[in-house]
Nanobody, 126 residues
Framework: QVLLVESGGGLVQAGGSLNLSCAAS????????MAWFRQSPGMGREFVAS????????NYADSVKGRFTISRDNVKTTLYLRMSNLRAEDTAVYLC???????????????????WGQGTQVTVSS
């Protein structure tokens, strides 16, 4: 069982930046693929970015590529999302997710992931 806790959300102006964190409760963090999803009333749950257990493989939604960067620290057992040039349509609750794997496989399907955090609110004003 893995407990995930997101932090770093807030209110920013369009064009601004935010950094999100997801702290994991397990020392086996390096055996999990990780991902960020976001959820809003109009869009439902949407894939944002993912990263393999080693950090060598990453994947991004087209809507955020070039603006967001996913990374992880396997010593601190923490997942990060650096967000720049934010837009009003980025407004959502951002959730982190984890999947046990010993390969570099990644998925954009939320049903593939085993564990979820409660989310942190990001609001972008225009």
């Amino acid at each position: 069982q893995v407990l995930l806790v997101e932090s770093g959300g807030g209110l920013v102006q369009a064009g601004g930046s935010l950094n999100l964190s997801c702290a994991a409760s397990t020392r086996a963090f390096s055996t999990y693929a990780m991902a960020w999803f976001r959820q809003s009333p109009g869009m439902g749950r949407e894939f944002v970015a993912s990263i393999s257990w080693s950090g060598l493989e990453t994947n991004y939604a087209d809507s955020v590529k070039g603006r967001f960067t996913i990374s992880r620290d396997n010593v601190k057992t923490t997942l990060y999302l650096r967000m720049s040039n934010l837009r009003a349509e980025d407004t959502a609750v951002y959730l982190c997710a984890a999947k046990l794997t010993r390969t570099g496989v990644l998925s954009v399907n939320p049903g593939w992931y085993d564990f979820w955090g409660q989310g942190t609110q990001v609001t972008v004003s225009s």
